[in-house]
Nanobody, 128 residues
Framework: QFQLVESGGGLVQPGGSLRLSCAAS????????IGWFRQAPGKERMGVAC????????FYIDFVKHRFTISRDKDKNTVYLQMNSLKFEDTGVYYC?????????????????????WGQGTQVTVSS
C-alpha cells in the first residue's frame, strides 16, 4: 500500500529546532521526488524543500535556506526535514508529498499541484 506518514511535529519556542520525518511504504523513494510543504492557517500549501528533484538535487525556498535541511535515509525509506532557528511564521501543518520521476511533464518543485500523493500532515507550532 502506497503511503506517506509524517511525524515529529510539536510545539517549540522561537529559535528552537525540530526534525520532521516522512516514512514511505509501498514504494521506493529512489523513483520519486519528495517535497515538504507548509500550510499556515487560512493560507495555501507552500513548498519549502524538495529532495531527489531535478537530477537528485535538494532545493529550498528562499525563506528556509540555511535554516532547514532535507535529507533521505535509503535504508529506512524515510525523508527528513531538519528545521533550525524556527520562527513564528514557520507555524503550520507540514506535509510531505511524492511525485514519480518518470512522469515526463514539467515539474514545478514547489507547486503542490505537481505532486501525486500526500501524507496526513504534522502540526508545527512556534510560540513563546
Amino acid at each position: 500500500q502506497f503511503q506517506l506518514v509524517e511525524s515529529g511535529g510539536g510545539l517549540v519556542q522561537p529559535g528552537g529546532s525540530l526534525r520532521l520525518s516522512c516514512a514511505a511504504s509501498g514504494f521506493s523513494l529512489d523513483y520519486y521526488a519528495i517535497g515538504w510543504f507548509r500550510q499556515a492557517p487560512g493560507k495555501e500549501r507552500m513548498g519549502v524543500a524538495c529532495i531527489n528533484c531535478n537530477s537528485g538535487s535538494e532545493f529550498y525556498i528562499d525563506f528556509v535556506k540555511h535554516r532547514f535541511t532535507i535529507s533521505r535515509d535509503k535504508d529506512k525509506n524515510t525523508v527528513y526535514l531538519q528545521m533550525n532557528s524556527l520562527k513564528f511564521e514557520d507555524t503550520g501543518v507540514y506535509y510531505c508529498a511524492a511525485r514519480r520521476l518518470d512522469r515526463g511533464t514539467s515539474f514545478r518543485i514547489f507547486n503542490a499541484n505537481d505532486y501525486e500523493d500526500w501524507g496526513q500532515g504534522t502540526q508545527v507550532t512556534v510560540s513563546s
